[in-house]
Structures are given as structure tokens and as C-alpha cells.
């Protein structure tokens, strides 16, 4: 059995290199940028040895593909956690609270978008196919949002699949200007922008 030192077991110190690299990867990748990034400097940053990194992830691309799917992970529980306490509310409630936490999260930290939205964008084939996961994940929550409104009588009866695909398309988008925008814009700005295009989708005639 491994000993523990300073009262910390091999357990908890793996779990603390592991959260130390995330982070120096969440740091490197969104300054020097993913592809500039060399493993050397991954664990410098975390301050763990080369080996360490290996036992831990096979290649820095599994540690992208960790933090992206952390990043979306975390914010779909949110979501989802906040919307189940709001099951008699209305259509314009549920949207708004839904993209009010789903924005919150993504923005909590700033470096989070351009992790998501730009540097793990066409890195590999595991990735793409974590990231289309994603994409089908939100566009399912948010058909099924729209097929709530529909059966209350504020939009009209119709597949809104298209619509739903077409929607994290553009909130993908408006989230990727705000990482990139100088000076920055204000979270409120483009949560407004994002409420209203969905309402807007959602209760089209």
C-alpha cells in the first residue's frame, strides 16, 4: 500500500496534479495557444515532473479534450439543475434563466470561451466528435424547451430541430466575439443578444 506524506494520501496527491495541470492547461492554452504549447511547459506550470503529466493524460490533446468537455459539462448541469426548480414557469422565464446560467458559467472564467470556442476547434478527430456530441447535447435540451413552449400555446406546433442547431450555432459565435472583442464586452450585452435571438427563433409563426 503507497504511504501517505504531510497526511496526504497518493490518492489526493494525484488528484491535485491532475487538477494542476488542467489548470496550467486552461492558463497556456488560451495565452500562448494550444498548438504553441509544448508539454515541458505544461508541467513547469503546474509544477510537476514530465512523468507525472504521462500518468495522467496520453497527449496535451486529451488534456484539451478534458477541459472542453469540463467546461460544457459544468455548465449543463448548471443549466439543467436551475431549470428543474422551475417546472411551473413560463416559456420567457425558462429561456431567460436558462441562458442567464449557461452564460454565467461559460463566462465565470474568461479564458473558458476561447478554450471552447477557439483553440479546441479542429484539433483532432476525438475532439470534433466530443465537440459534435455537444453540439447535438444543447441543441436537444433547447428543442426540448421550444417543444414546451409549443405545447403551452406560445409557439407554433412544428420540428424544431433546425431551429435548435441553428441557435447554439449563433451562441457559439456571439461567445467567441465576446473572448475576442477589444474592449471587452459586458456578459449582460450579449446575454440580452442570445435571449432575444432564441425568442425570437422559438415563437416565430
Known amino acids: 500500500m503507497a504511504r501517505a506524506y504531510g497526511g496526504i494520501s497518493p490518492e489526493q496527491r494525484k488528484a491535485e496534479r491532475r487538477a494542476r495541470l488542467l489548470q496550467a492547461g486552461l492558463a497556456l492554452f488560451t495565452s500562448a495557444g494550444f498548438a504553441a504549447t509544448r508539454i515541458s511547459e505544461l508541467c513547469t506550470e503546474a509544477g510537476v515532473s514530465t512523468r507525472n503529466f504521462y500518468e495522467e493524460f496520453a497527449s496535451k ?16 448541469t448548471e443549466v439543467r439543475t ?4 422551475l417546472e411551473t414557469a413560463d416559456v420567457a422565464v425558462r429561456i431567460t434563466t436558462l441562458l442567464d446560467v449557461f452564460v454565467r458559467s461559460v463566462t465565470a472564467d474568461p479564458r473558458a470561451p476561447r478554450l471552447n470556442y477557439v483553440e479546441a476547434v479542429g484539433v483532432n478527430a476525438e475532439i470534433e466528435q466530443q465537440h459534435v456530441r455537444w453540439v447535438n447535447t ?6 426540448t424547451e421550444a417543444l414546451r413552449a409549443a405545447a403551452a400555446g406560445v409557439a407554433p406546433q412544428r420540428s424544431y430541430r433546425l431551429t435548435a442547431i441553428a441557435l447554439v450555432g449563433a451562441i457559439t459565435g456571439l461567445l ?3 473572448q475576442a472583442h477589444q474592449p471587452p464586452l459586458a456578459v449582460e450585452e450579449i446575454t440580452a443578444e442570445i435571449r432575444d435571438l432564441m425568442l425570437a427563433a422559438i415563437t416565430r409563426p
Open 176 to 178: 467567441r466575439e465576446w
Open 61 to 76: 490533446e486529451e488534456l484539451l479534450r478534458e477541459l472542453h468537455d469540463l467546461i460544457n459539462a459544468t455548465a449543463f
Open 138 to 143: 444543447w441543441a436537444e435540451f433547447i428543442e
Open 82 to 85: 436551475t431549470l428543474a426548480q
